[in-house]
């Protein structure tokens, strides 16, 4: 019940929902979904046919990359990570989701998540039934366009220690829990480059060591 009043919340702040919706939400949501650390949710080549809603836990999307076919060697990182979603976030590949089309991304969870699934069909369903659930999905999109965008652009215009700035602004509570390597792959930065730069209280530490990982 708390999981499905904090996803109904986070849409009632959106656009308030009518009853009738509310209900028929609760019905598709009451499903929870309690995931492991380091549990892949999709894999490339599969179709998203369900978006999440993260109640607690922290995840990420990425790509994988291959062989540089041109020049017949592996390109150096074999990731890059293009988003991270914690409680309150959507968590999706959004092109796959949206085109029902095989995924060129990853969904992994990075810490024990609690999630909500929302089949795509049943969104479909919701938005034809309820035309102002379709406000929603609108916000809800442009929210995810917009920081795809704002971070594209930091990738494009701002030197490493900038990138590292608009991070630590842009995701502060993701202080000391996610590795460096996933963060540098997120701001298009080696991972020895980004350790110069990071202050000790961002490095990641695992519940069962003390060193810092990178």
Known sequence: MHAQNE?????????????????????????????PP????????????VAYF???GLARVYAVHGINKAIDEQIREVESTTRFSQAGDLLMAPISFFRQQPSLEVIQT????????????????????YPTFNIIGRVLTERY???????????????APEKWAWFKVTH?????????KYIATYLGLSREHLQRLVEPAWRWQSKNEKKDQV
């Open 7 to 35: 996803l109904i919340n986070t849409l009632n702040r959106i656009y308030p929902l009518s009853p009738p919706l509310e209900a028929d939400l609760r019905a598709a949501t009451s499903e929870l979904i309690d995931v």
């Open 38 to 49: 380091r549990t892949i949710l999709l894999r490339p080549e599969q179709v998203a046919s």
């Open 54 to 56: 993260v109640v607690s």
């Open 110 to 129: 990075l810490e024990e998540s609690v999630l909500v699934s929302l089949p795509y069909a049943t969104l479909q369903t919701l938005y034809h039934t």
């Open 145 to 159: 366009f917009l920081l795809a965008e704002n971070r594209a652009y930091c990738l494009r215009r701002h030197t």
């Open 172 to 180: 502060p509570q993701l202080q000391g829990r996610i590795p460096l």
